[in-house]
């Protein structure tokens, strides 16, 4: 079965600026035979893609990066051929996005009290077509408003944990995420260790039904995805890979920046069907 896949983007549903459209144009340019659409904590990007994809032959494999958090650490698990229409996973996002939502309030009005007094909830709302908000969005605020000299130095200033402008997200834990992903009968799948760094935590996630790990990342040394690769066959994980692309948000990476064979693609299908 020949063929490339790139399974990790993201499209302006999310934290892109890329709509579905042109993720399936920027596939078609990079050969690919397969993508994978996994917007934060929201499916409403799957279904546009498919239709773009339809006239050509690039699959499209539904997919959903949800959040959560361990020991105060932001841990990322990817889903892929969840059911993007109904059940369990399209039940919750609503809650998902409410937290989204009132998270971003509680972060201006904390950029207001240290005298960032000039970016509104609305304007936030404006860079996204849903209401998957994020750090991403504001930070691109902060950039444009001259409050930072660019995107990274928004979350060092005022993002990140510890910074000012800093307010928890929904509180799920990985193991959560693990079962809502399979109750919908999706492949669960650690996004970025090697940005995560909790390696030790992976051999627990294995045993709750993670089935694969994003070893094949953009930008990373051989030694760090040959170390993850031994990882991933210690621990029977599928090993994954794809861009992470978010169109001109992330200017470092892009669709089809980092592949898998297909084959890889077939073995996720496999394994939803355990």
């Known amino acids: 079965m020949p063929g490339s896949a790139d399974l990790h983007i993201h499209t302006y549903y999310s934290d892109s600026t890329s709509s579905p459209q042109e993720v399936v144009e920027d596939a078609l340019k990079a050969g690919l035979s397969c993508i994978a659409i996994t917007d934060h904590d929201i499916v409403q990007g799957v279904e546009p893609t498919i239709e773009a994809a339809h006239p050509h032959a690039l699959e499209v494999v539904p997919g959903i990066e949800l959040s959560s958090e361990y020991e105060n650490c932001d841990i990322h698990i990817l889903g892929y051929f969840i059911d993007h229409q109904k059940g369990p996973l399209f039940d919750k996002i609503d809650l998902f996005l409410d937290a989204r939502m009132e998270r971003m309030k509680t972060m201006i009005m904390n950029l207001k009290a240290v005298g960032v007094n000039n970016i509104e909830f609305e304007e936030v709302c404006a860079l996204t077509h849903s209401r998957a908000v994020g750090r991403a969005h504001l930070a691109t605020l902060l950039h444009q408003k001259g409050w930072v000299p660019n995107f990274k130095a928004a979350f060092e200033k005022y993002l990140s ?59 990373c040394m051989p030694a760090i995805t040959e170390f993850y690769e031994r990882i991933a066959k210690k621990n029977g994980l599928i090993a994954t890979g794809g861009s992470d692309a978010h169109g001109k948000a992330k200017s470092y990476t892009y669709v089809g920046k980092k592949t898998v064979p297909v084959e890889v693609v077939e073995e996720l299908r496999q394994a939803r069907a355990q």
């Open 161 to 219: 944990s510890g910074c000012p402008g800093y307010a928890p997200k929904y509180k799920q834990t990985p193991f959560e995420a693990i079962e809502l992903i399979q109750s919908c009968g999706g492949v669960a799948v650690m996004a970025h260790p090697m940005l995560t760094q909790k390696d030790e935590l992976i051999p627990r996630f294995a045993a709750a039904g993670l089935k694969g790990l994003e070893v094949y990342y953009p930008n």
